[in-house]
């Protein structure tokens, strides 16, 4: 799981690449926990997810943590490129009745 | 040609997070050698019921401590049957744990796991005596049954 990142205002645009589940959760976590620890202006959270070919409920429950984390902070969170599997798991689990998907960076940024 | 009778393969390995992910490619693999006309859904359904079963086995068996896992591949009837297996503190009430939102775990876990599993799989069973261990059965029958060269 690669796990990068860029600030746009108040906005953490995250680039994830590979398979998010228990193990590779933690990274993502930390890497979104430590760019909000730093940066005071930054409330939301985009994750652009087109590389991600697997997620599982831990998975699930680790962008649930940081859907909570933006809110806590006024911002939102929001979700780009969902392939297939990784769809499915999101509407089985009822994220996206929480979480808006779009389908593109532009889009994302534009409606947050 | 059909499997032979009574093979299966056994894996066995540390309860460390960063084995998930190969159980659930090696189960993908197991799955796709053999019904090499499984549909993609399905490889990606028995992947996700894999990873939350060892997870399980990891988070709530062991409670991220030492132990072993044992993931068990075999054919039966036209169907693949994966159990996995740990020698952890057991689950005291399973019907209480295959409901939705019920966990006991304190962090980020929805206590999705085992609907995943429930959802993904065609049958599933859950054996667990507090203390000694749960193993876990799950069964995925795949759609189109032309067999792999295994």
């Given at each position: 799981m690669s796990v990068r990142t860029k600030r746009l205002g108040q906005t953490?645009?995250?680039?994830?690449?590979?398979?998010?589940?228990?193990?590779?959760?933690?990274?993502?976590?930390?890497?979104?926990?430590?760019?909000?620890?730093s940066d005071r202006r930054l409330r939301n959270v985009v994750l652009l997810m087109n590389g991600v070919s697997f997620v599982d409920s831990s998975g699930v429950g680790a962008i649930l943590g940081r859907y909570r984390d933006a809110v806590a902070r006024g911002g939102r969170l929001a979700v780009v490129g969902l392939q297939v599997p990784v769809k499915?798991?999101?509407?089985?689990?009822?994220?996206?009745?929480?979480?808006?998907?779009?389908?593109?960076?532009?889009?994302?940024?534009?409606?947050? | 040609m059909m499997a032979s009778p009574g093979n299966y393969v056994k894996i066995e390995f540390p309860s460390v997070t960063e084995n998930i992910k190969f159980?659930?490619?090696?189960?993908?693999?197991?799955?796709?050698?053999?019904?090499?006309?499984?549909?993609?859904?399905e490889v990606d359904e028995i992947k996700v019921a894999v990873s939350e079963a060892v997870?399980?086995?990891i988070v709530?068996?062991?409670?991220h401590g030492n132990g072993l896992v044992r993931l068990t591949m075999s054919i039966e009837d036209g169907a693949i049957v994966i159990v996995v297996e740990d020698e952890g503190k057991g689950i005291d009430d399973v019907d209480w744990a295959k409901e939705p939102t019920n966990t006991t775990s304190p962090d980020e876990h929805m206590g999705l796991g085992l609907v995943f599993i429930n959802e993904y799989m065609n049958d599933v069973t859950i054996m667990?005596?507090?203390?000694?261990?749960?193993?876990?059965?799950m069964v995925k029958v795949p759609s189109r049954q032309r067999t792999g060269a295994a």
């Open positions: 953490l645009l995250v680039h994830l690449d590979g398979e998010l589940d228990l193990h590779s959760s933690e990274p993502f976590k930390q890497t979104v926990l430590q760019a909000f620890a499915r798991v999101f509407e089985l689990s009822g994220m996206l009745k929480i979480l808006p998907e779009y389908e593109s960076e532009g889009h994302a940024l534009a409606n947050l | 159980a659930r490619t090696a189960a993908a693999i197991y799955a796709t050698d053999h019904f090499e006309a499984i549909t993609v859904d997870s399980n086995a709530h068996g062991y409670g667990s005596q507090p203390g000694h261990g749960t193993v876990v059965r």
